[in-house]
């Protein structure tokens, strides 16, 4: 008898609610975050018609509810070809939560799989079990005999074995009692969630990560023993947490940003008309924002944005399909184990603002060009001088409250006559007095003054009244002097004293002297008079002789000092102000499409970016030399990209480089979690800061934060340094490398070598090798970066040998992977479960004899089809047969998983 399969396909795997319980069933779980039971399956002597055939065998699984009696379709394995005893590398895993009790039975349906492409099969029979004869079964196996359609004739057997990870019957036996509680309870305390204190109420990841797919497989290895292999993948909350926090950041910047041209007062006409123009675009993108976050916060359902969701306005802040990929493996036997994650993002891109133009890094090279163009109208600025504007403003939000606050507290130490105090609070304010000082030493500001005091009406008309007055024999003098201001980048005027702005600037340092000054006498005062004489009389009782005229002596200096302080940021920030003015000039309506899409792009990266720190600091914890790295020298982001360098990709390749450069404006904080008595207690990262400057707080409870060095304990912020390569692989790229330009690709991949081998020297000059992992592969990391930069220099077609040697370059300095595509579901998944592979192989020992088929189990029947299905409704990657004969040999999917789908 042959079927065909007309299941849909959302039956495949599917969670069932918990059900009301009329009696009493007996629960297995046992821990909270582990899977509630994972078996493995084998068949024996099956026999099909005609009995000479070998059968292509796969097990169809179907769990029946103890209290309902109905059946429901849970999962299957892979299918093994051309053999009667078939072991299937795919298991069952049933995840925590899941409502399965020793009375609940299993149905396993074997079919022999005629045409994989149609989906044919025929029925060669089933068996049932209960759990809780599984469970209770000596060894945790049973063998059950498989009744076929007639009930007749002989099929043969299906096997059932409880899996354990790290575990298999023949190394039990090999294992005192002690050992084996020791590696069960390393094994639990390695899964995906954990808990982080006693109770068990609040999970760190609980509120970062949901909706968790579980799969496993047991592999064989090159010594005869088995792999337990585990392989999840989770939607991440941050998809949408971080966006919404990035727009409110957004829409306050830039509404410090128009009362900021407001105050700079008076303007002549042509520069007011420019800080007009420039406020209503301003106001329009406030009001863009808004809508755009109002729409955020309505939002309910999945926390992440499927494929199909690219082209909504509403979601462009939001990161494509992002997601945790991790695979936890164990062999007990090699004494190995590791945890293995990646990231998979789509690439952060504006699809819908479209690629007409180009990406991010075309459109802002031209845009410089037209603002050197038109810097007859405006005064020309730099990039380099655009950033240092950003970077003095940025300077003055941070600096400014520390000096005030770092003030009060001198102040207060005074007051309390304490003198560790007094001395602690004058360091603090030495320190960032004199940053701040250093943050106006730049000649920017100075010409930026004198431009600004060239822009005020007065100057106009003064100007305007000499000409009038001096016109006879001055016209060509006069049209010489505009011919060369309009060359200048740079306004000069005679008449403009430099030396004020030195006064007031210099003013600062010189109070913080005097403050010192008086601290030191103070102190050498106090030393020299243990305690105060109590029966002086009252001419000796004046304010400075006194033991608590330390307040009165310090105040009127501090008072000074502020004063000082708020006049360098009145005038500074001003001509910071009109030098962020000019980098509109050229184009306003262009310059802030820019700024938009800039925003837009950096949103879907760093989503991604905290994705993965939260992962990787949950994960190393308790590793004191990752911590060390991360204090040290930050931490390595890897993306890996797989856009082509044609059409629409090479635009999204130009948009994703720029969004992951912008993370170099990211730093990390580790923070004590102020935890209520709520089980919903919110662990979510918090993002602060303005564009140029981002601080995110990762929050971590009393338990887990009291492991973490002193150094992070005390706030130091923790850089990370973000590297991005692409080979693009699919037959888009073919046609760029035959007809097209590549350069792209070739100049990204060049420029990010030189920051990986920046990484690598500043982490060899600062560490020692013992922080970094102890892999079974011992490459030198000398070899690999020759590799590398060998591979880079050659310029060979789809040379995704450069990916390979990435991500164990990545693997090897304790880095975070990310990988990512256009829509991060079909080609990262060729290449996500190509890496874990490739792991299993060198790291873990998989048999050789069975790399493809591993690789192949993993594409059918693992979390990536899932993926796929959760994306676009269909358990499909979006490839065809034609597209797939350029693609590299190892990323091109088994028959039957592919065909016509949306991407």
């Not at 049933?94 to 044919?120: A, C, M, N």
């Not at 209960?130 to 002989?154: C, F, H, M, R, V």
């Not at 031209?366 to 950003?390: C, L, M």
Request: aromatic fraction near 8%.
């Amino acid at each position: 008898m042959e079927i065909k399969d007309n299941a849909s396909p959302d039956e495949v795997h599917q969670i069932l609610p918990l059900p009301e319980m009329q009696s009493p069933l007996i629960d297995i779980s046992k821990f909270l975050f582990e899977p509630t039971l994972e078996f493995s399956l084998a068949c024996k002597e099956l026999v099909t018609t005609p009995r000479d055939r070998k059968p292509n065998a796969f097990v169809q699984i179907t769990v029946i509810k103890p209290t309902q009696q109905s059946l429901t379709r849970y999962s299957n394995t892979e299918t093994v070809e051309g053999t009667r005893d078939p072991v299937f590398l795919t298991g069952a895993t049933f995840p925590p939560g899941y409502p399965i009790y020793e009375e609940t039975r299993v149905k396993l349906t074997v079919y022999d799989v005629k045409e994989k492409s149609q989906d044919t099969r025929s029925f060669l029979g089933s068996a049932t079990f209960a759990i809780g004869d599984l469970l209770n079964s000596e060894e945790q196996t049973l063998t059950i005999n498989l009744s076929p359609l007639d009930g007749s004739s002989k099929v043969g057997t299906i096997v059932v074995s409880n899996l354990k990870m790290g575990e298999n019957e023949n190394e039990e036996a090999d294992q005192t009692p002690s050992e084996a509680a020791s590696e069960k309870s390393a094994l639990h305390g390695s899964a995906l969630h954990r808990t982080i204190n006693d109770a068990g109420k609040f999970s760190l990841l609980d509120s970062v990560f949901k909706n968790i797919i579980w799969k496993v497989y047991r592999l064989p290895t090159a010594n005869g023993r088995w792999l337990c292999v585990r392989e999840q993948m989770a939607e991440s909350t941050l998809s949408f947490h971080i966006p919404k926090q990035l727009i409110e950041l957004f829409i306050q910047e830039d509404t410090r940003r128009l009362q900021d041209l407001e105050e700079l007062g008076e303007l002549s006409s042509h520069w007011d008309t420019l800080r007009q123009n420039v406020t209503i675009h301003y106001q329009q993108m406030i009001s863009s924002y808004q809508e755009v976050l109002a729409e955020l916060n309505k939002f309910s359902g999945s926390s992440f944005k499927s494929s199909c969701s690219r082209g909504e306005k509403k979601l462009e802040f939001v990161p494509v399909n992002l997601h945790l990929q991790r695979m936890q493996i164990q062999n007990n036997s090699a004494k190995t184990d590791g945890v293995y994650d990646v990231v998979t993002i789509g690439a952060p891109a504006a699809h819908i603002r479209g690629f007409r133009n180009g990406g991010l890094r075309r459109q802002l090279y031209r845009f410089e060009g037209e603002k050197r163009n038109s810097a007859y109208q405006y005064i020309y600025y730099s990039p380099e001088d655009t950033t240092k504007a950003k970077e003095v403003i940025t300077n003055i939000y941070k600096l400014h409250p520390r000096i005030l606050s770092n003030t009060d507290l001198l102040l207060a130490a005074a007051r309390h006559h304490s003198s560790d105090s007094l001395k602690d609070s004058l360091k603090t304010l030495s320190e960032i007095t004199e940053q701040f000082v250093h943050t106006f030493e730049d000649q920017l500001v100075r010409s930026a003054l004198l431009a600004l005091h060239k822009a005020r009406p007065s100057y106009v008309n003064k100007k305007c009244s000499t000409l009038v007055n001096n016109l006879e024999g001055t016209e060509e003098q006069s049209e010489n002097s505009e011919r060369r201001s309009s060359k200048d980048s740079i306004p000069h005027h005679a008449e403009y004293d430099e030396e004020d702005w030195d006064r007031v600037w210099v003013n600062v340092g010189k109070s913080l002297n005097c403050i010192i000054a008086m601290v030191d006498r103070l102190l050498e005062q106090n030393d020299c008079r243990p305690e105060c004489e109590p029966n002086s009389s009252p001419a000796d009782q004046s304010p400075s002789s006194q033991c608590d005229n330390w307040y009165e002596g310090l105040y009127p200096l501090a008072v000074t000092l502020k004063d000082c302080v708020n006049e360098v940021i009145n005038r500074a920030k001003k001509a910071m102000v009109f030098v962020l003015l000019q980098d509109c000039g050229s184009n306003i309506p262009q310059a802030l499409a820019l700024h938009q899409r800039r925003d837009i792009v950096f949103s879907q990266a760093l989503a991604g970016l905290v994705c993965g720190f939260v992962i990787k600091l949950h994960t190393c914890l308790h590793d004191p030399g990752f911590l060390l790295q991360l204090h040290t020298v930050g931490l390595l982001v890897q993306f890996e990209g797989l856009l082509s360098t044609y059409s629409e990709e090479i635009g999204m390749l130009e948009d994703m480089s720029v969004a992951i450069t912008d993370l170099q404006k990211v730093s990390f904080k580790v923070v004590e979690a102020q935890l209520e008595e709520s089980a919903n207690a919110d662990l979510s990262p918090l993002v602060t800061g303005i564009r140029d400057f981002y601080t995110v707080e990762v929050q971590l409870p009393s338990k887990l934060f009291e492991v973490l060095p002193q150094v992070i304990k005390d706030g130091k912020l923790l850089r990370v340094h973000p590297v991005f390569f692409n080979i693009g692989i699919n037959e888009q790229q073919t046609l760029a490398e035959r007809f097209g330009d590549i350069s792209l690709q070739e100049i990204i991949n060049q420029e990010n070598l030189k920051l990986l081998h920046k990484y690598y020297k500043s982490f060899q000059e600062k560490l020692s090798t013992d922080c970094l992992p102890r892999l079974q592969t011992q490459i030198d990391l000398k070899e690999l970066f020759q590799s590398l930069s060998e591979n880079i220099q050659a310029r060979k077609r789809k040379n995704v040998e450069i990916l390979k040697i990435t991500a164990s370059i990545c693997r090897r300095l304790n880095g975070i992977r990310f990988t990512s595509c256009k829509s991060a579901k079909d080609r990262t998944s060729m290449s996500v479960t190509l890496e874990q592979c490739v792991i299993l192989q060198e790291e873990h020992s998989l048999h050789p004899d069975y790399f493809v088929r591993a690789l192949d189990c993993m594409r059918r029947e693992g979390c990536r089809i899932e993926n796929a299905q959760k994306n676009i409704k269909c358990r499909k990657y979006a490839f065809n047969s034609i597209q797939l004969m350029a693609f590299p040999k190892y990323y091109r999917p088994p028959d039957g998983t592919y065909g016509k789908a949306a991407t």
